[in-house]
């Protein structure tokens, strides 16, 4: 089986990444592609609410609990203390699609585009310091880089830079 293609977007808190990604994967679909998308959390979350019988399932002990539906299925594990997956584990997990959407991730070794806004937690660049950051995407000027800058919602460009440096058929 060959690695799924992967792009992801990188950025600090509130630099619009998030609101990138689903811009993303709405134009993408659109053009007939399967996307996927993996998200990194930097905090404890949930996705079950306190009382539903997946969360008592986890509460109980389970590893692994999977809600099963006519309309979709939900797999949660439970580290339990067991260190965080590596990339590679959770990327391995997916179906086979035409492209993996990356949100956070910041550090992996992958292509990625680096979401800038004024309103950011933090405004320090990204790029000058990692390789792999092939394009910037922000809502002001970006004048000291030699890199590809994007307006961050210029999401039809975007999406065909990233078209490009994936190697997406661009007949979709």
């Known amino acids: 089986m060959t690695a799924p293609k992967v792009f992801g977007i990188a950025g600090w808190k509130n630099s619009g990444k998030t609101g990138l990604a689903v811009r993303l994967v709405t134009e993408f679909t659109s053009r007939g592609y399967r996307i996927s998308t993996i998200k990194h959390a930097h905090h404890d979350f949930d996705i079950d ?13 389970a590893q692994e609990v999977t809600i099963v539906s006519g309309t979709r299925y939900a797999i949660m594990h439970e580290l339990r203390g067991a260190p965080e ?7 391995a997990r997916l179906a086979p699609c035409d492209l993996v959407l990356i949100e956070g991730y910041k550090r992996e070794p992958i292509p990625k585009i680096e979401a800038r806004r004024l309103e950011a937690a933090n405004r320090e660049p990204l790029a000058p310091s990692d390789p792999h950051i092939a394009a910037i995407a922000a809502d002001h000027a970006v004048t000291d880089t030699t ?4 307006d961050l919602d210029d999401t039809k460009a975007i999406a065909d830079f990233i078209a490009d440096i994936v190697g997406l058929d661009v007949t979709g």
Do not use: M, N, T
């Open 49 to 61: 609410k306190v009382g539903a019988d997946s969360y008592r399932h986890r509460q109980a002990g």
């Open 85 to 91: 997956p590596e990339f590679e584990e959770i990327l």
């Open 147 to 150: 890199l590809p800058v994007f």
